[in-house]
């Protein structure tokens, strides 16, 4: 009979009781390998460690100028995993977890680490710039009582932006000599990522990257993968995100000899012999045993997981019709969900080449929106939720931890003028102004505007499904300052409307053999 108690040496944490271990470390390398796909296939031997990592790497060549370094940079919110557009898992040629949109699922992820994990663990690893403390306004450079007001260090305290002269050593090239630790003077009005983590032209200068396989398989969260008792083939499966900027790079406007880029010259290679796993296998030599004859002989595991499924919509907003509303079907029918996260991503260029984070956004609407779900056809709201605070607090529920996100990234009011979204610096964005790779901080205003729905129980279990659709019903007002596109009077704003719906599955793992069940 198939045991639900999965071992403590299968599950991801500490142990409960000192057992003998052995670690292996090994290089995998992929058996196929292009630049759209890329396949890994697992040894039949131990237990798969999940936070085995992928090592990735990539060049940036500006055709106009194919030997100067172009600056580009890896979107600030998201890091390396731009890099994935899809990862899925295979075991006997089935699939048994699938992650499409990697870079967009991930940048919701990311948004949940603390900034000491993002500057000690993520940013070193898997680059990106998204450390947000108190930062300063672009300023003269004296330090007059208005220049510490617009630094943010009179009430309200703050403008929150990336890492600034104020917090941390500057070199100061006028003189030669770094500047104080901590001292109030704004002389940098403009920076970059650190050189090392900017994107060469030259493979011998390419900065590695390394991305956990938990975070491009969701089954691999909380389970180690017993490789040794699958008698089927294992494999990862990659396809690489687009090899246009805004997708696995965002450019800067100036390359290293301060020579305008041209941005649609840039492409990007990811380098075949940087491209690998750095795989740990566990060897349990007096427990392994056991688990394999419980395998084998004795209806194996049953082991319940989470996968991700991802829907893809478009939403069209229309100036010139008001307030208008918009409904998506999301079929789930007979799955257990858990959580549903709602992405409404700008691919218009005008607005994607001005941020940071390129095409991994969540804009809002100046003027905000209400929103409601319908699940089994009942409202989860009695009321359409409109509240901005109240969407951020759903949002925070969703996975449990608070969105390590200022609320000027998350929508525009109290950053702007609702109806012009004119900025008056300092007054109306308390976003900096400064440059960062080449683009205005406080272009990012809005452009993190993530839903979120929880409904699992306090014991982790999923709702599970009636045969009718879930119902996503939103209504707002597009102004004439929301990018709208169209010319005049059909003024037009697009969206990417993703849903992105966790939810439970079950493996067994029994004779060898891998069986799933939604």
Not at 19 to 36: A, G, K
Not at 463 to 472: A, E, N, S
């Amino acid at each position: 009979m198939a045991s639900n108690q999965l071992p403590d040496i299968l599950k991801v944490g500490p142990l409960q009781r000192p057992v003998n271990q052995v670690v292996s470390t090994d290089i995998l390398q992929p058996t196929t390998f292009s630049q759209n796909y890329a396949k890994f296939v697992f040894d039949k031997k131990g237990i798969l460690d999940s936070n085995s990592q992928l090592h990735v790497s990539q060049i940036v060549v500006n055709s106009d100028r194919p030997t100067t370094d172009t600056k580009c940079y890896y979107p600030t919110a998201t890091g390396a995993l731009a890099l994935i557009r899809r990862a899925y898992l295979t075991i006997g040629g089935r699939e048994i977890s699938d992650l499409r949109e990697v870079g967009q699922y991930n940048t919701w992820k990311r948004h949940h680490y603390s900034n000491a994990y993002k500057e000690g663990v993520a940013i070193p690893h898997q680059s990106g710039n998204d450390v947000f403390v108190g930062s300063a306004g672009l300023i003269s450079g004296t330090n007059t009582a208005t220049d510490k007001r617009a630094r943010g260090f009179a009430p309200p305290y703050g403008v929150i932006g990336r890492e600034s002269s104020e917090y941390g050593s500057n070199y100061n090239t006028s003189t030669n000599t770094f500047n104080t630790w901590g001292q109030q003077v704004a002389s940098f009005t403009a920076s970059n990522d650190k050189a090392k983590r900017l994107i060469p032209w030259e493979p011998s200068r390419a900065p590695a990257q390394l991305i956990a396989l938990a975070q491009l398989c969701p089954v691999l969260v909380g389970l180690q993968l017993p490789l040794f008792a699958i008698n089927q083939e294992v494999a990862l499966h990659i396809e690489w995100a687009p090899n246009t900027w805004g997708h696995r790079f965002m450019y800067n406007r100036l390359d290293a000899d301060s020579i305008a880029v041209n941005k649609d010259n840039c492409k990007s290679t990811i380098l075949e012999d940087e491209c690998f796993i750095v795989m740990d296998t566990l060897f349990y030599p007096g427990l392994m045993g056991e688990i394999e004859d419980q395998i084998m002989s004795r209806g194996g595991y049953s082991i319940p997981y989470d996968d991700v499924i991802t829907q893809t919509n478009f939403l069209q907003y229309d100036e010139t019709s008001g307030i208008t509303s918009h409904d998506f079907q999301i079929p789930l029918a007979g799955k257990r969900i858990k959580r549903i996260i709602v992405q409404k991503a700008s691919e218009l260029t005008g607005v994607v080449q001005t941020l940071t984070c390129g095409y991994y956004n969540s804009v809002a609407l100046r003027t905000g929106i209400d929103y409601n779900f319908r699940i089994d056809s009942k409202n989860v709201y009695s009321l359409p939720l409109k509240n901005v605070a109240l969407q951020r607090q759903e949002a925070d529920e969703t996975e449990g931890i608070p969105m390590v996100l200022s609320s000027s990234l998350y929508s525009f009011f109290n950053q702007a003028d609702q109806s012009t979204g004119v900025m008056t610096l300092p007054n109306d964005s308390n976003i900096t102004n400064r440059l960062c790779n080449s683009h205005i901080q406080n272009n990012e205003t809005g452009k993190q505007n993530w839903l979120g729905l929880k409904i699992e129980n306090m014991y982790g279990q999923g709702h599970l499904m009636g045969i009718q659709p879930v119902i996503y019903t939103e209504t707002g007002k597009l102004t004439g300052e929301d990018d709208g596109t169209g010319a005049s009077p059909n003024k037009l704003s697009d969206r990417t409307v993703r849903f992105f719906c966790l939810y439970q599955k079950i493996m067994n793992i029994n004779n060898g053999l891998v069986e799933v069940l939604d």
